[in-house]
């Protein structure tokens, strides 16, 4: 067999392959099963103090290899997260990152517990360029584990966002957020594919990523 360890912040990674935080990694089962089908390393969903509403569908086919969502942060609260889904994944095989946002504030109360439940990294998302580097900041603070900032293209003067995050302490970023909004029509309906806009992932926005 190939050797295909890597690493990332320090920590070893049976193999390249990390599930990004989304619709796969909602709950303690679906990571997982994540694991079980190989992945070296699952971000969770994006896990803030209260749970949100995700509406149905939010998932649309957007051409070959691409999605659009209308999905928001994740369902179940951080309460949830830390007393069940986590500690349930104590034995897990991979490495485990949370994904926690959007704000200082939140950082500053979600890093710690989610680190002492189980979470071997943590990945910080926001809307906000301004909030990227004080978050990266909080989060160093709070703990000692690997901290990611999750950066999107739709920031201007990206460059110097992730050099204010990487002085701040954060460990490395994760490129890229979701694009948009974006709209796609149903043209039989005569109305958008999933009822309002949303946001871009996949093969279209990976030469966006690597730029």
């Not at 959007?102 to 071997?120: K, N, S, Y």
């Not at 990611?148 to 050099?163: C, D, G, Q, R, Y």
Request: charged share 20%.
């Amino acid at each position: 067999m190939p050797d295909l360890t890597v690493t990332l912040c320090d920590i070893e990674l049976k193999n390249p392959l990390i599930l990004a935080s989304g619709p796969l990694s909602w709950n303690a089962e679906a990571i997982r099963a994540a694991f079980d089908a190989g992945a070296a390393a699952v971000v969770t969903k994006t896990i803030r103090p209260e749970a949100t509403v995700n509406p149905a569908p939010h998932i649309a086919a957007a051409g070959r290899g691409s999605l659009l969502n209308t999905e928001g942060w994740s369902d179940l609260p951080a309460e949830q997260w830390i007393e069940q889904e986590l500690p349930s994944l104590a034995n897990r095989d991979g490495v485990l990152i949370a994904s926690l946002g959007h704000t200082p504030a939140e950082v500053e109360q979600l890093a710690a517990p989610l680190a002492e439940a189980g979470a071997d990294a943590l990945e910080l998302v926001s809307y906000r360029a301004e909030d990227a580097a004080p978050m990266a900041a909080a989060a160093k603070r709070a703990v000692s584990i690997p901290a990611l900032i999750k950066v999107s293209a739709n920031w201007p003067n990206l460059p110097e966002v992730v050099a204010a995050c990487l002085r701040a302490g954060a460990d490395g970023v994760t490129a890229i957020d979701s694009i948009g909004p974006t709209l796609r029509i149903d043209v039989e309906r005569e109305r958008p594919l999933l009822g309002s806009f949303a946001w871009l992932s996949g093969a279209a926005i990976f030469p966006t990523a690597l730029r």
